[in-house]
């Protein structure tokens, strides 16, 4: 797994590359959980533009970053999501809960204007 984190603003951008799955999801919580804690940023935009694969492990990872996103008063969205994560986000419900978009800027900037 490879982990990408940029800030634009006061939104967190992680791209993921690779497989986010029971081997990799402590990795990327952490990683995630350790930003959010140490800058000072609001939104989260989870790029997986390069994400090959996710399981339910995955998804834990997904639901608990949304839910310490809500409670510090923010909003995450992911971003270009592959064809084989599109289905499983849609078989798991994920695309109801988490707002889904073509593109990092786009989301980065939807984000943005919420808190604007």
Not at 53 to 65: E, N, Q
């Amino acid at each position: 797994m490879e982990i990408t984190v940029t800030i634009k603003k006061q939104t967190l951008v992680v791209s993921l590359r690779g497989e986010l799955d029971h081997h990799t999801a402590k990795e990327v919580k952490n990683m995630i959980e350790e930003v959010i804690k140490n800058k000072n940023v609001k939104n989260l935009v989870l790029d997986f533009s390069k994400l090959s694969f996710m399981d339910s492990s995955g998804i834990g990872v997904l639901i608990g970053r949304y839910k310490l996103i809500q409670s510090i008063g923010g909003r995450m969205a992911i971003a270009c999501a592959t064809r084989p994560v599109s289905k499983i986000l849609a078989m798991s419900g994920i695309n109801r809960l988490i707002e889904m978009y073509d593109s990092v800027d786009t989301a980065t900037t939807k984000l943005q204007e919420e808190i604007s």
